[in-house]
């Protein structure tokens, strides 16, 4: 089996297919097919590897190949399987494929931002498939919480993780546009991986994020549509000790430069991966803060 991911993986290099959604390189991305394909455990791996594999097994392979090399299908839509924060998630293309550096953060519960035995209630605005909200939910066995999304379809695939997770009792799907339909509930943690892509990065996105929710990821001309709201609107849903946490990747810069009287502390992860920042709940704006027009 080791030999059909070897040539699985020299075929995806050869035809250019781009790596960044679950996987950042060719060997992991065909490994993922392959033993999707056969049904196998990797934690079974080692004695996977020696498995010599039927005729049967090979075309499975080969069809999944193809599927991600012709039609740029990132390689967890064709499996439907991930890993976050080192838990299992079902995705398929109603959601983003998880991929936040917000998994070691939340693995390290916070720390040192908050004392993790304060923390009661938590937010995840945009939740998606739901990874970040399970995990948070893991990561604090005591805290109730809110998992929120626009999306009908994607609060459908968190349901299916929060079942697979038994946290139905603690984590709580709720459809709202932002922070509408969440009355006048505070938190002690918010923490979001909002759509930030703008226009112009959109265009210049890899075939393989065109498989990917469009209302996940762009964000108006600049990626600043959905920050603008978070930014304007968190400190009224935040508890007095209460952090906002929210990614926000290449738009970065952008949101440096039209929100510059913020004290922003943008963190660094271990295991790579970098756009987020942190806010106390009062470093936010009492009202709605005007950003800086971008040029």
């Given at each position: 089996m080791s030999d059909l991911i070897a040539s699985g993986a020299l075929r995806l290099q050869r035809a250019g297919v781009f790596f960044g959604h679950g996987t950042d390189n060719a060997v992991d991305d065909a490994a993922a097919l392959v033993f999707h394909a056969l049904d196998l455990d990797h934690d079974a791996a080692t004695v996977a590897y020696r498995k010599r594999v039927p005729a049967a097994g090979q075309r499975r392979v080969e069809e999944l190949l193809e599927r991600r090399i012709t039609e740029r299908i990132p390689a967890v839509y064709l499996t439907k399987k991930t890993w976050f924060a080192g838990l299992?998630?079902?995705?398929?293309?109603?959601?983003?494929?998880?991929?936040?550096?917000?998994?070691e953060l939340i693995e390290r519960r916070?720390?040192?931002?908050?004392?993790?035995?304060?923390?009661?209630?938590?937010?995840?605005?945009?939740?998606?498939?739901?990874?970040?909200?399970?995990?948070?939910?893991?990561?604090?066995?005591?805290?109730?919480?809110?998992a929120s999304d626009i999306s009908q379809d994607a609060l459908a695939v968190a349901a299916i993780n929060v079942r697979r997770h038994r946290l139905g009792s603690r984590v709580r799907l709720v459809e709202s546009d932002?922070?509408?339909?969440?009355?006048?509930?505070?938190y002690d943690i918010i923490v979001s991986n909002p759509p930030y892509v703008g226009a112009r990065e959109m265009r210049a996105l890899p075939p393989e994020y065109r498989h990917e929710p469009r209302l996940a990821l762009a964000a108006g001309s600049a990626g600043l549509d959905s920050v603008?709201?978070?930014?304007?609107?968190?400190?009224?849903?935040?508890?007095?000790?209460?952090?906002?946490?929210?990614?926000?990747?290449?738009?970065?810069?952008?949101?440096r430069r039209a929100f510059p009287d913020l004290p922003f502390v943008w963190l660094e992860f271990e295991r790579g991966g970098g756009g987020v920042f942190l806010l106390t709940a009062g470093q936010l704006p009492r009202r709605q803060s005007r950003p800086r027009a971008l040029r």
């Open positions: 299992p998630f079902h995705v398929d293309a109603r959601v983003l494929i998880p991929r936040s550096a917000l998994a916070f720390a040192p931002w908050i004392d993790p035995r304060r923390v009661r209630n938590v937010l995840d605005l945009g939740t998606g498939s739901g990874c970040i909200a399970i995990a948070a939910a893991k990561a604090f066995p005591g805290a109730s919480v809110d932002h922070f509408g339909a969440l009355r006048q509930r505070t603008r709201v978070i930014l304007s609107e968190a400190r009224q849903h935040l508890r007095p000790h209460g952090l906002l946490v929210v990614e926000v990747g290449n738009t970065e810069r952008a949101v």
